[in-house]
């Protein structure tokens, strides 16, 4: 059973950096598209970004383009999630998900991500 835990989470002030991390034990993250999510306090749970497992082709979503990058190290079973720039409304907890890579070789945050980790709170504050 494919199990994630993420990491790397905690008190920045506003405009400041954090890199999460999303750690895969089990069978590891090979043929998986891994997203990250996040849910603020009272709202739904959106979409942030994803890679796919092949070439790596990422996606983000409008709002963090240019700030976020996601990455992931093959050798260490590990995705990341750089953050730059961050802003008071994107504080919330955050998640990591995969879902089984398909042959359209593009990851979708859309797809039903069946795994998740337990995530890691964000807080951007001064």
């Known amino acids: 059973q494919l199990q994630l835990v993420e990491s790397g989470g905690g008190l920045v002030q506003p405009g400041g950096s954090l890199r999460l991390s999303c750690a895969a034990s089990?069978?590891?993250?090979?043929?998986?598209?891994i997203g990250w999510f996040r849910q603020a306090l009272g709202k739904e749970r959106e979409g942030v970004s994803c890679?796919?497992?092949?070439?790596?082709?990422?996606y983000y979503v409008d709002s963090v383009k240019g700030r976020f990058t996601i990455s992931r190290d093959k050798l260490k079973d590990t995705v990341y999630l750089q953050m730059n720039s961050l802003k008071p409304e994107e504080s919330g907890i955050y998640y990591c998900?995969?879902?089984?890579?398909?042959?359209?070789?593009?990851?979708?945050?859309?797809?039903?991500?069946?795994?998740w980790g337990q995530g890691t709170q964000v807080t951007v504050s001064s």
């Open positions: 998900a995969a879902v089984p890579t398909t042959v359209k070789n593009i990851c979708d945050l859309n797809d039903p991500y069946g795994y």
């Open positions: 089990g069978p590891g993250l090979d043929f998986y598209d």
């Open positions: 890679i796919g497992y092949g070439i790596g082709r990422t």
